[in-house]
T-cell receptor
Framework: EDQVTQSPEALRLQEGESSSLNCSYT??????LFWYRQDPGKGPEFLFT???AGEEKEKERLKATLTKKESFLHITAPKPEDSATYLC???????????FGKGTRLSVIA | DTAVSQTPKYLVTQMGNDKSIKCEQN?????MYWYKQDSKKFLKIMFSYNNKELIINETVPNRFSPKSPDKAHLNLHINSLELGDSAVYFC??????????FGPGTRLLVL
């Protein structure tokens, strides 16, 4: 069974304090690993897709990396507006659904 | 211009009632999905339709029935609502095998 585990559950950072969020996964043939951001009361907002080990993608202060067992979302010099829940999901090959982790709730304090 | 929209945004109803949630996407995608996010914020797939055909049907009570009148719309009808159905329901869409884009969610509260 495909599984995703995210850690930590919650993370509190000072503005400017860089850190990383972890997403460990097991999947029967990875088609893609996805990162989403979810603000309170809103739907998940797409950030990145990673397809193969060694791949990296960046967007503003966020950088996502992928190995064969896990993905990291690195946040460099975060700002209060980066506060949100970050969701990781994997998709196996074929007509398979996204399998989500429980998310990491990030709070960035000014 | 909203890409994936859902109505209503909030739904408060009594146990035993029947209710529907509507979803529309203007992205030209072939595949649409319904997800349920429970009180612990865990997001889980319920159904997936591709070009109006059901392709994924996870273990969901048969009180839940999706309907896709065309590939831009996917509605969710729920019969005989129970307390445990209280959750946020998200619609999403994608090109086949591509990134999924989510709607704003429908918050259902069953009293």
């Amino acid at each position: 069974e495909d599984q995703v585990t995210q850690s930590p559950e919650a993370l509190r950072l000072q503005e400017g304090e860089s850190s990383s969020l972890n997403c460990s996964y097991t999947v029967s043939g990875l088609r893609g690993l996805f990162w989403y951001r979810q603000d309170p009361g809103k739907g998940p907002e797409f950030l990145f897709t990673l397809y193969s080990a060694g791949e990296e993608k960046e967007k503003e202060r966020l950088k996502a990396t992928l190995t064969k067992k896990e993905s990291f979302l690195h946040i460099t010099a975060p700002k209060p507006e980066d506060s949100a829940t970050y969701l990781c999901a994997v998709q196996a090959w074929g007509n398979t659904p996204l399998v989500f982790g429980k998310g990491t709730r990030l709070s960035v304090i000014a | 211009d909203t890409a994936v929209s859902q109505t209503p945004k909030y739904l408060v109803t009594q146990m035993g009632n029947d209710k529907s949630i509507k979803c529309e996407q203007n992205l030209g995608h072939d595949t649409m999905y319904w997800y349920k996010q429970d009180s612990k914020k865990f997001l889980k797939i319920m159904f997936s339709y591709n070009n109006k055909e059901l392709i994924i049907n996870e273990t969901v009570p048969n009180r839940f029935s999706p309907k896709s009148p065309d590939k831009a719309h996917l509605n969710l009808h729920i019969n005989s609502l129970e307390l445990g159905d209280s959750a946020v329901y998200f619609c999403a869409s994608s090109g086949l095998g591509e990134t999924q884009y989510f709607g704003p969610g429908t918050r259902l509260l069953v009293l």
